[in-house]
């Protein structure tokens, strides 16, 4: 939804008339409530946007609504296919080990579709979205959101 650096409103908004508050309850059951998070960018995210931190509102609160509407507004720099896997071999490196059928502990892995690609990330508040509740994470005002995606120099 917006892309900008913290601003003052105070200044914009009319002595007249007060803003109406009716709750966050109101908000969420007509569906406008809105998210405002800082997104951070490293490796070729942060090269495609030109800009390492952003202060990005969206509508919602999970994490899945933030790259839907992120994706949207930065549609020309291509990052969704830059950062999201569509299919388990698009989040598959070559040459790894393959994942067993059943994952040990607690491990878990989003499903497919809700995959990065090899070497990206999306974290929260300096944790990898898989280990929260992937793409249905939700997010507070203030959040962290990294997209990482560094680069790799190899033989």
Same mark, same amino acid.
């Given at each position: 939804?917006? *892309? ?6 105070? *200044? ?15 908000? &969420?059951? *007509?569906? &406008? ?8 960018? &490293?490796?070729?995210?942060?090269? *495609?946007?030109? &800009? ?27 990052? =969704? ?6 299919? =388990? ?12 059928? =059943? ?34 994470? =939700? ?17």
């Amino acid at each position: 939804m917006t *892309a900008d650096a913290p601003t003052d409103d105070s *200044a914009s908004a009319s002595p007249s008339s007060p803003p109406v508050d009716d709750g966050p309850e109101s908000d &969420t059951r *007509a569906g &406008t409530e809105t998210t405002t998070v800082t997104v951070r960018c &490293t490796g070729h995210v942060r090269t *495609a946007l030109g &800009t390492h931190e952003l202060e990005y509102t969206f509508q919602g609160t999970r994490l899945r609504e933030f790259l839907e509407s992120f994706f949207d507004e930065f549609e020309a720099h291509d990052l =969704e296919p830059m950062l999201i896997a569509e299919t =388990e071999a698009d989040a598959t490196a070559r040459g790894w080990a393959p994942v067993p059928d =059943e994952l040990p502990g607690t491990w878990r892995k989003n499903p497919e579709g809700e995959q990065t690609r090899p070497y990206a990330r999306v974290c929260i508040n300096g944790r990898f979205n898989e280990h929260d509740a992937g793409f249905d994470t =939700e997010l507070e005002n203030g959040d962290r959101v990294a997209l990482v995606y560094p680069f790799m120099f190899c033989c």
